[in-house]
């Protein structure tokens, strides 16, 4: 057993496992770029470790945008898992499709689905989807802010006995800052507020700050600091979390 802690915080380390995920940032997982066409990035890992016990975990991603003068289209993707001494302790799935309507340079429409799984949050299934309208309140030089203000319903069923289910609709804002002070660093910042409409004291706050600095075309290196607040989060999991975490892209 403690061979499972260390490796499952090493895990936690390096892929950035979420131990508190409530809001996804899709925000710092939109690629930037001036062309049309496809873009995205994928990788995945494998580990067994065995000395007292034997313990497996793996993980997969897939990020994959086409973008053309009016319209983007966004598909995220993500998988982990890791077991040992015959026991699942995490086993998380996320799939997110968003599309991105462009209607001036200040206006966009925004449309989005999302599915999610959690172990650690107790989340056994939430499934959102929305719309709403993005601004582009800054995209001139090196920076670039928006900011979202978008209605979404939310079903969510809690791993809890009995099994809770709960049907919401929300608010979900976001203001986001991109920063390119070199060519080769990029720095976002966002965060985001998620109220009931019918229960203002309902609500989840979400900021995050991340950093990617190119080590080649195709490769970088980045650096990721979440910070969650929920104020009735599933009984059990803790009001507020964070996560830092290090690690390598790779992008086509």
């Known amino acids: 057993m403690y061979l499972v802690r260390i490796v499952f915080s090493v895990l936690c380390i390096l892929t950035g496992i979420n131990a508190g995920a409530q809001i996804?940032?899709?925000?710092?997982?939109?690629?930037?770029?001036?062309?049309t066409g496809w873009a995205g990035s994928f990788g995945g890992s494998i580990n067994l470790a065995k000395n007292v016990d034997r313990v497996f975990s793996a993980g997969a991603f897939a990020h994959l945008q086409y973008k053309n003068s009016k319209n983007l289209y966004l598909f995220l993707g993500d998988y982990s898992f890791l077991k040992g001494a015959?026991?699942?302790?995490?086993?998380n799935t996320f799939f997110h499709l968003?599309?991105?309507r462009?209607?001036?340079?200040?206006?966009?429409?925004?449309?989005?689905?999302?599915?999610?799984?959690?172990?650690?949050?107790?989340i056994d299934n939430r499934f959102l989807t929305g719309m709403g309208p993005r601004l582009k309140l800054s995209g001139s030089g090196r920076l670039q802010v928006y900011l979202g203000v978008l209605a979404m319903y939310e079903y969510e069923r809690e791993l809890t006995e009995p099994p809770v289910?709960?049907?919401?609709?929300?608010?979900?804002?976001?203001?986001?800052?991109?920063?390119?002070?070199?060519a080769t660093l990029e720095i976002i910042s966002t965060t985001?507020?998620?109220p009931r409409?019918?229960?203002?004291?309902?609500?989840?706050?979400?900021?995050?700050?991340?950093?990617?600095?190119?080590?080649?075309?195709?490769?970088?290196?980045?650096?990721?600091?979440?910070y969650l607040y929920d104020q009735v989060p599933v009984?059990?999991?803790?009001r507020s979390n964070y996560t830092f975490s290090t690690g390598f892209k790779y992008a086509f």
């Open 24 to 35: 996804v940032n899709v925000e710092s997982r939109r690629i930037q770029t001036d062309t």
């Open 86 to 91: 015959q026991k699942k302790y995490t086993d």
């Open 98 to 100: 968003r599309y991105n």
């Open 102 to 122: 462009k209607i001036s340079n200040l206006l966009r429409w925004e449309v989005f689905t999302q599915l999610q799984t959690n172990k650690i949050s107790k």
């Open 165 to 182: 289910s709960h049907h919401n609709v929300r608010n979900s804002s976001y203001l986001s800052f991109t920063l390119k002070p070199t």
């Open 192 to 194: 985001f507020y998620q």
């Open 197 to 226: 409409f019918d229960q203002w004291g309902d609500f989840r706050i979400l900021n995050q700050e991340s950093a990617n600095l190119s080590i080649t075309q195709k490769l970088s290196a980045t650096i990721n600091w979440n």
């Open 235 to 238: 009984e059990g999991i803790p």
